[in-house]
């Protein structure tokens, strides 16, 4: 059984920071084989890419509208992701989700496991 699960969500200004955290556990789940990400769900929206980053930390990407703000980050040794988020503007404010994939992708739909979610709210 693999589970993946967020913390670190919460109510912030706008301009603020929040760390979110993916902490990934299961037997025989490999961490470093599988590309981690972050999406995010606001509500009546589709779900959006925000982050990813490759099973060796040398490829990092991120979708435009948070491009320059927030920082994705991992430890296979310990099995966390991170997403630092810096300059928090209401238009972030969603559920982040953190999700694995075996593929190399950015599409939602190529992720073989996802956590639960964290609220993040951005108050103007």
């Known amino acids: 059984q693999v589970q993946l699960v967020e913390s670190g969500g919460g109510l912030v200004q706008t301009g603020g920071s929040l760390r979110l955290s993916c902490a990934v556990s299961?037997?025989?789940?490999?961490?470093?084989?599988?590309?981690m990400g972050w999406f995010r769900q606001a509500p009546g929206k589709e779900r959006e890419f925000v982050a990813a980053?490759?099973?060796?930390?040398?490829?990092?990407y991120y979708g435009d509208s948070v491009k320059g703000r927030f920082t994705i980050s991992r430890d296979n040794a310990e099995n966390t992701v991170t997403l630092q988020m810096n300059s928090l503007k209401p238009e972030d404010t969603a559920v982040y989700y953190c999700a694995a994939s075996r593929a190399s992708s950015l599409y939602a739909r190529e992720y073989d496991y996802w956590g639960q979610g964290t609220q993040v709210t951005v108050s103007s």
């Open positions: 980053i490759s099973r060796n930390s040398v490829s990092k």
């Open positions: 299961g037997r025989t789940f490999i961490i470093g084989s599988y590309v």
